[in-house]
Nanobody
Framework: QVQLVESGGGLVQAGGSLRLSCAASGSIAGFNVMGWYRQAPEKQRELVASITSGGNINYADSVKGRFTISRDNPKKVDLQMNSLKPEDTAVYYC??????????WGQGTQVTVSS
């Protein structure tokens, strides 16, 4: 099983930036995808961004042009978040999934954007 450890997050004013990082441990050989979901209070968890081991990237419409996902190391994924808005406030969860597997989740990190 793949374990995930997240870092980053915190409190920032609207318009500011934060960077999240997630490191995976264990064997990740084979096609896979890593990325980030987020969950705001009383809302469903939603996909923010993902990147496959082949380099394909996907963003939620709400973060396009503001967030950038990168994966310079096969076991590490970063999320650069710029021009943050109060509506970006949520717990952000790193995830990892093999092609036909289920999601492995990180512990979550709080991102709070004040207006």
């Amino acid at each position: 099983q793949v374990q995930l450890v997240e870092s980053g997050g915190g409190l920032v004013q609207a318009g500011g930036s934060l960077r999240l990082s997630c490191a995976a441990s264990g064997s990740i050989a084979g096609f896979n995808v890593m990325g980030w979901y987020r969950q705001a209070p009383e809302k469903q968890r939603e996909l923010v961004a993902s990147i496959t081991s082949g380099g394909n990237i996907n963003y939620a419409d709400s973060v396009k042009g503001r967030f950038t996902i990168s994966r310079d190391n096969p076991k590490k994924v970063d999320l650069q978040m710029n021009s943050l808005k109060p509506e970006d406030t949520a717990v952000y969860y790193c995830y990892f999934r093999f092609m036909f597997g289920t999601n492995n989740w990180g512990q979550g990190t709080q991102v709070t954007v004040s207006s």
